[in-house]
């Protein structure tokens, strides 16, 4: 027998799996995709029939089946929840769903909180790249020899420069969504990131390991640039667009050499808003 408490981790971890495929299949549409597959297979096994059918009918809906409530909000849809619905949530003794949207809730046990709201993609001047990302998160030479280290630094900066409450907190997140498969693809690049993040738009941070550092599995070339994203769940499937984006930008060898090669922050802001100018309009 299966906990609720565990189904809804396994849930999540489901959710995880089946985005990386779509992120994989958008940025590397060659790519063998088995162990990805294989995975999720595995993880859907012992998920009861009719939760999983819902789960995937969900799924080709939205960009997430299962979200975190926030404020008393479901974060899928923002529909307002009852203090009763919370508190099942909260006690998970058996799986709900949000009376509007029908998603899957759970309780996170902390969400990270963004504090720069003002970053939202919708903003009217800002264009391209800028949207989502700025120079004060640009970070030139990342120091980590380890994957760890380096995602720690760059959730440091996150927390610095004011764009998330709690950057120890971050890492922690990430972590975990590493565990669950390695955000590396091919050409010395990564797409770390967190989701499920309440409010605010999404921002992301670019670093570049000039040595580079082994991030992905086994056999994988060494990572030299991340590309750090914190996702709010309302923009989940606007995150899809931009890897996709980024690794279309960057697919192309001189556009990676242009970023390696900068010396400055203000050099890679530059050249991340020239390699870039092309997909994102
Ligand atoms: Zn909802």
Request: net charge positive; glycine share 8%.
């Amino acid at each position: 027998m299966t906990t609720t408490h565990s189904l809804i981790n396994q849930l999540i971890q489901l959710q995880e799996l089946v985005v990386a495929n779509m992120q994989k299949k958008v940025s590397q549409p060659n790519a063998r995709l088995d162990e990805l597959t294989k995975s999720i297979k595995s993880l859907s096994e012992d998920v009861p029939q009719d939760i999983k059918a819902h789960f995937n009918r969900l799924l080709t809906k939205h960009p997430e089946a299962i979200v975190p409530v926030a404020n008393e909000l479901c974060s899928g849809c923002g529909m307002g929840l009852t203090t009763s619905m919370v508190q099942a949530v909260h006690l998970s003794n058996e799986l709900n769903r949000c009376p509007n949207c029908a998603r899957y809730l759970y309780y996170p046990e902390q969400l990270v909180e963004r504090e720069r709201v003002s970053r939202s993609y919708g903003e009217a001047k800002k264009t391209g790249i800028s949207r989502f990302t700025s120079p004060e998160l640009m970070m030139l030479p990342l120091k980590g020899t380890t994957g760890e280290e380096v995602l720690g630094e760059m959730c440091t900066r996150m927390q610095e420069e004011g764009f998330v409450a709690d950057g120890a907190h971050l890492l922690d997140l990430s972590l975990q969504r590493e565990a669950i498969i390695s955000t590396a693809v091919d050409n010395g690049l990564a797409f770390p990131h967190v989701r499920g993040v309440e409010g605010g738009g999404l921002s992301m941070a670019v670093g570049i390991s000039k040595k580079g550092v082994k991030f992905g599995g086994p056999g994988r070339t060494l990572t030299r640039i991340f590309f750090f994203v914190v996702i709010p769940t309302a923009t989940s499937a606007f995150y899809l667009r931009l890897i996709a984006g980024l690794a279309k930008a960057f697919k192309d060898k001189d556009a990676r050499e242009m970023l390696l090669q900068c010396k400055t922050e203000e050099e890679l802001w530059k050249a991340v808003i020239k390699t870039t100018r092309k997909t994102f309009k």
